[in-house]
């Protein structure tokens, strides 16, 4: 039998595993609208689409070599810069599945809006200063957030299955 926190685990390897596809197609529709780019125009094309999120040279850099492995991207050394673009595959498979992949991108746009208008990104900072000054959090307060976190996941289940 799987317990509670294997089951979140295996969850959270599949939800990475999906924002990554997304991700890379996200980077492919990012060089079909710029033709050619190098990394830094790159993240910027995505912020300024995606609102606040920027991906990190950790995340781009090795999802465009992935790209280039798959024959998707090439790329070359411009003075000191590498640029990359769509080889024709890469463009076909943009073309073929353009409007998914704006649909994804409207998806991603809302949810990262509704994620800010709720403070969740503030909540995470703080959990991230407790962690990081080693405060731990009285038990009672843990409590207390499991309950009002119970009370938002029933309201949003709730949103789930009202019929449209």
Same mark, same amino acid.
């Given at each position: ?10 969850? %959270? ?20 609208? %710029? ?15 995606? =609102?606040?999120?920027?991906? =990190? =040279? ?40 353009? =409007? ?55 309201m949003l289940v709730r949103e789930i299955k009202s019929p449209k």
């Amino acid at each position: 039998m799987m317990d509670a926190n294997n089951g979140y685990k295996m969850n %959270l390897e599949l939800n990475v595993k999906g924002m990554r596809g997304i991700f890379r197609d996200i980077v492919l529709y990012t060089l079909y609208n %710029l033709g050619e780019a190098h990394g830094y125009a790159i993240r910027g094309f995505i912020n300024k689409n995606l =609102s606040i999120y920027t991906p =990190s =040279s950790g995340i781009l850099y090795p999802t465009l070599r992935e790209l280039e492995k798959e024959g998707l991207v090439e790329s070359k050394w411009i003075g000191r810069k590498r640029v990359y673009k769509l080889t024709e595959k890469g463009r076909l498979y943009v073309e073929n599945r353009k =409007s998914e992949i704006e649909k994804t991108i409207d998806k991603v746009k809302k949810a990262i809006n509704t994620l800010t208008t709720i403070g969740f990104f503030e909540l995470m900072n703080i959990v991230k200063t407790l962690w990081e000054k080693d405060v731990e959090i009285p038990h009672h307060v843990v409590e207390e957030l499991k309950k009002k976190i119970s009370e938002i996941k029933s309201m949003l289940v709730r949103e789930i299955k009202s019929p449209k």
